[in-house]
T-cell receptor, first 112, second 114 residues
Framework: AQKVTQAQTEISVVEKEDVTLDCVYETRDTTYYLFWYKQPPSGELVFLIRRNSFDEQNEISGRYSWNFQKSTSSFNFTITASQVVDSAVYFCALNAGNMLTFGGGTRLMVKP | DTAVSQTPKYLVTQMGNDKSIKCEQNLGHDTMYWYKQDSKKFLKIMFSYNNKELIINETVPNRFSPKSPDKAHLNLHINSLELGDSAVYFC?????????????FGPGTRLTVL
């Protein structure tokens, strides 16, 4: 069985602060993919990144960066210099055995 | 062009009624999904269809019946609606059901059962 845990249910920061969203996963599969999705207040789910289980390189995309550590089964997401538009619920997800399992989400509130 | 569309966006109905939510994707994908997001934002897969065949059915009550008339459509019919069915339902699609493939989500349908 797969499980994804996002221990932080809610985070509040002031604009321009850096923030890290934690994600820990469990799976017995050796091949799997990890994803992050963003759900802004408008409600749609927006794909942010995909990472496979064999690629532990960190990734940076603009103000976003992801740190994948297989040894600790973690796939953390950092937003640098946060902006009000980053306010959303962020979901980490694991795709193993043909099924996408989501974490409970972290609600990020960025205040001006 | 909308990649994955759902209708209606909002659905308000009485307990005991039967309702349907429609989903269409124009991405040429062969796998489609239904997810339920409850009031606490928890997202859980309900069904997955690949080439019109059911491949995942996650212990959903049999009041829920998905129907896939073709690869581009996956509709969700719900009989005898209950208060607990109130949620946002998301349709998604991907090319193949493998672990690699990114799923593209529709805008969601907010179902409210009174």
């Amino acid at each position: 069985a797969q499980k994804v845990t996002q221990a932080q249910t809610e985070i509040s920061v002031v604009e321009k602060e850096d923030v890290t969203l934690d994600c820990v996963y469990e799976t017995r599969d050796t091949t799997y993919y990890l994803f992050w999705y963003k759900q802004p207040p408008s409600g749609e789910l927006v794909f942010l990144i995909r990472r496979n289980s064999f690629d532990e390189q960190n990734e940076i995309s603009g103000r976003y960066s992801w740190n994948f550590q297989k040894s600790t089964s973690s796939f953390n997401f950092t937003i640098t210099a946060s902006q009000v538009v980053d306010s959303a619920v962020y979901f980490c997800a694991l795709n193993a055995g043909n099924m996408l399992t989501f974490g409970g989400g972290t609600r990020l509130m960025v205040k001006p | 062009d909308t990649a994955v569309s759902q209708t209606p966006k909002y659905l308000v109905t009485q307990m005991g009624n039967d309702k349907s939510i429609k989903c269409e994707q124009n991405l040429g994908h062969d796998t489609m999904y239904w997810y339920k997001q409850d009031s606490k934002k928890f997202l859980k897969i309900m069904f997955s269809y690949n080439n019109k065949e059911l491949i995942i059915n996650e212990t959903v009550p049999n009041r829920f019946s998905p129907k896939s008339p073709d690869k581009a459509h996956l509709n969700l019919h719900i009989n005898s609606l209950e208060l607990g069915d109130s949620a946002v339902y998301f349709c998604a699609s991907s090319q193949g059901g493998s672990v690699y493939n990114e799923q593209f989500f529709g805008p969601g349908t907010r179902l409210t059962v009174l």
